[in-house]
């Protein structure tokens, strides 16, 4: 049963990773309501997230290639200024996965325990869905990526830092504090998915070396490994959606539902039908 139980969870993953809906709150809430009735784990979520940022390099592959080049060919400041808009945006996504490097490191206990209690879940759901709600009613959403300043580089960087708890939602976070500095929609999510890219990689990485041998995990190595080619392939499909529907309308539907779903949380919580 373990391996349908993955299949679905990836399925999970996959669709809710982009969209500002928290896909580790997500796969905490499933999770309970799957034969097993258990937490997947901070690790399970960690490793299945490599599968849709590779689906993130696919879909912005050009984007990568051309940032990552340039970036490289312009610390000599020969070939290509050390100014160069690509350039810069590489320095960007440097400077914005530092404060989650630092955290995830500092708070690793806490975020495998702690921070994915359903009571915290509930309530930053709501919380950040009003956040996300009004940030995209009052934002001026005029400036696009390539008017990303350094300093707002860092707030972004810090906003994916709070993507630790289940229920922020990184695309979320870094969305909202992109409209609050003032940028599109098209251009906060894509600067939230570029630089969600390392900073996912190397705690999947990490997630993968130290925890996927242990025996007392939920799943194993190839159930793991299944969920996660899922989550690619949705994930792929779901990017491509995402960056459509954008272009074109708000956030307010990924709002209500939020807001639904921490208030549902909430009810099952206090009534005793589900544990925290």
């Known amino acids: 049963m373990h391996i349908l139980e993955a299949i679905f969870l990836g399925f999970v993953q996959g669709l809710t990773e982009f969209l500002p809906v928290s896909s580790s709150a997500h796969l905490r809430i499933v999770g309970l309501f799957l034969p097993d009735a258990q937490d997947p784990g901070a690790a399970f979520t960690a490793v ?23 970036w490289f060919r312009s610390l000599s400041g020969r070939t290509v200024p050390r100014n160069d808009p690509d350039a810069r945006l590489g320095w960007l996504v440097i400077l914005g996965t530092i404060p989650i490097g630092v955290a995830g490191l500092l708070l690793k206990d806490s975020i495998e325990t702690t921070f994915r209690s359903l009571w915290i879940v509930a309530i930053v759901l709501i919380g950040f869905g009003i956040v996300l709600g009004v940030l995209d009613v009052v934002g001026k959403k005029a400036r696009r990526i390539e008017h990303m300043t350094f300093g707002g580089g860092l707030l972004i960087g810090v906003a994916q830092m709070l993507a630790l708890v289940p229920g922020v939602s990184r695309a979320g976070a870094t969305v909202s504090m992109g409209l609050a500095l003032g940028y599109t929609r098209p251009a906060a999510a894509r600067f939230a998915f570029l630089l969600a890219v390392p900073a996912v990689f190397l705690s999947g990485l990490y997630e993968a ?20 080619v899922v989550a690619f392939v949705v994930g792929f499909v779901v990017i491509a959606a995402f960056m459509n529907y954008i272009s074109k309308r708000s956030f307010l539907p990924f709002v209500v539902y939020r807001i639904a779903l921490g208030i549902v949380l909430i009810v099952l919580l206090s009534l005793g039908v589900i544990q925290p």
């Not at 299945?48 to 080049?69: H, P």
């Open 48 to 70: 299945t997230q490599l599968g849709t940022e590779t689906a993130v390099l696919i879909y912005f592959w050009k984007d990568i290639t051309r940032i990552v080049g340039r």
């Open 209 to 228: 070396a130290t925890s996927l041998g242990d025996s007392g995990a939920p799943f194993g190595l190839v159930d793991t490994l299944v969920a996660t």
